[in-house]
């Protein structure tokens, strides 16, 4: 190995290299703190000023990273919050860390990996090595990226370097953090590939190669439609269950019992989240452009969809009991967070209850300590209402939709006339167990 790529390894070593992370969100974060504790100066790119000037004054937006960690690289100029790409000019390494949402088309939209890559394109020199981290279809590094870098008439490989390597940030997860999280790593060409393994093992407990960028970019996809399909199956043995009266908490948890060749998923209100429901479209997308369609992605996602559905059905058999109509009915939700414990609603399958009830005439309000206000389709905005006795006493029908670890299901269940629980968050309420109803 010569040349740039030889420079560059050194440059590393020595923490000369200046480093570039763009997008200051709660992947790009994380990993610039990583880089800048390990002793190297990173540009923290962002297009949005507030992001910038707030962690210019030591203020975290992202819930992983405390200002207790960040104000410390802050004043060092270990990490510099920017919004100006030119900083690329004198960056060794830029590393793209930006959102691939899906259209309302649900085909992916990449055009803020574009955007990204157009701006490094402009500031492109001899010796960059650029890294894509935004999970995306098989092909994207190589297909997309590649040719506008190497329009700048620099050679991949030997001028400038150019890897894949997934994240697996998960946000609010107690032990695993960016550092100790195992990281894939594909290059387009081996040089590509051993200095961006160089880099990020500077940083990261283990880092894994494989053999291209395109095994990488499939590795993400794979761990996570290996999700959305399982959650899917889980989905329909819940609705089977039903069928066949039967406890799908309690069959779900004696199959948990065997020790090998089974992991257990459970049952909800449906899909939230901005990767799960989000990133198997990207897999599924690209088959289709090879004339192959991705049956299980499609099926998952189809029955995932169709949870919120199933959650008002067991609304409508509960007020039934109660010989209430929907219509006019008092309903109180518990949690509209998309999962436990965090404040994110996107992709949220409680909006969708929420809408569904509020199209069928119910007078509907929520409780959920991690987000305070929010808005469904159509414009309508809620707040969260403070969890107190009234407030359940005075709801025919209260749901459970996402099972905060904060909450008091004891307290919950014993002054709500009715409990429907799409969690099994109840299950260790002695108490009222007659007034508890189950997905
Ligand atoms: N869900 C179920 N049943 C389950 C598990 C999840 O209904 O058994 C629902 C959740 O309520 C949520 C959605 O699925 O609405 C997604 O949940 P998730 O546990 O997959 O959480 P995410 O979306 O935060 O996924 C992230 C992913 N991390 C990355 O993409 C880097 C995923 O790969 C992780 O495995 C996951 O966190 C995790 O394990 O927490």
């Known amino acids: 190995m010569g040349g ?84 690329l000019g004198g960056c060794d390494a830029a590393i793209i860390c930006v959102p691939t ?19 490094i394109a402009r500031f492109l020199h001899p010796g960059l090595l650029v890294v894509l981290e935004s999970t995306t ?19 991949v490989g030997l001028d400038f370097f150019l890897a894949f ?5 998960d946000p609010g997860n107690p032990r695993f953090h960016t550092r100790n999280t195992p990281k894939i790593l594909g290059g387009v060409t081996e040089n590509c590939g051993r200095v961006a393994l160089e880099l990020y093992g500077q940083s990261i407990d283990r880092v894994i190669p494989v053999s291209s960028t395109r ?52 049952p909800g209100p449906g899909l939230g989240g901005h990767c799960i429901p989000i990133d198997p479209h990207y897999l599924s997308w690209k088959l289709k452009t090879l004339n192959y369609t991705a049956r299980f992605i499609e099926l998952a996602s189809e029955i995932n969809g169709q949870m919120p559905h199933y959650v008002v059905d067991k609304v409508v058999d509960a007020l039934n009991d109660m010989r209430k109509s929907v219509r006019g009915a008092r309903i109180l939700i518990l949690g509209v967070a998309y ?8 992709e949220s399958p409680a ?66 006339r009715c409990v429907l629980d799409t969690r099994n968050a109840t299950r260790n309420v002695a108490a009222g167990r007659g007034r508890i109803r189950k997905l």
């Not at 960690?69 to 030119?86: C, G, M, V």
């Not at 040719?147 to 620099?154: C, I, N, R, S, V």
């Open 215 to 266: 095994a990488a970019e499939m590795v993400k996809l794979l761990e996570n439609t290996f999700r959305s399909v399982n959650i899917g199956l889980v989905n329909e043995v819940a609705l089977m269950c039903d069928r066949l009266g039967l406890n799908v908490w309690e069959v779900i948890d004696a199959a948990a019992t065997k020790p090998f060749g089974f992991m257990p998923f459970y």
């Open 4 to 87: 740039p790529a030889r420079a560059l390894i050194d440059r590393i070593r020595s923490r000369q290299a200046k480093l570039a992370v763009i997008g200051m969100g709660y992947v790009g974060l994380p990993l610039a703190c990583e880089f800048a504790r390990a002793g190297f100066t990173v540009h923290g790119i962002d297009v949005d000023a507030s992001k910038v000037k707030g962690l210019a004054g030591g203020r975290s937006h992202v819930q992983d990273v405390s200002e207790e960690q960040l104000r410390p690289l802050i004043q060092k100029e270990l990490l510099r919050p920017t919004a100006d790409f030119s900083v």
């Open 339 to 346: 999962k436990k414990d965090v404040g994110d609603v996107r």
């Open 101 to 119: 949402p899906l259209r309302k088309t649900r085909d992916p939209d990449i055009s803020y990996i574009v955007a990204a890559v157009e701006a």
């Open 137 to 155: 279809y098989p092909g994207t590094t190589e297909e997309v990226i590649l040719p506008k870098l190497g329009a700048t008439g620099l050679k």
């Open 165 to 169: 390597s997934p994240e697996r940030v």
């Open 351 to 416: 909006l969708d209850v929420l809408k569904l009830l509020a199209d069928r005439g119910a007078e509907t309000r929520y409780n959920d300590p991690h987000a305070p206000e929010i808005a469904i389709d159509g414009g309508e905005t809620y707040h969260s209402v403070p969890l107190v006795q009234e407030e359940l006493q005075s709801a025919d029908l209260v749901i459970i939709v996402t099972n905060h670890s904060t909450y008091d299901y004891d307290f919950i269940v014993r002054h709500a």
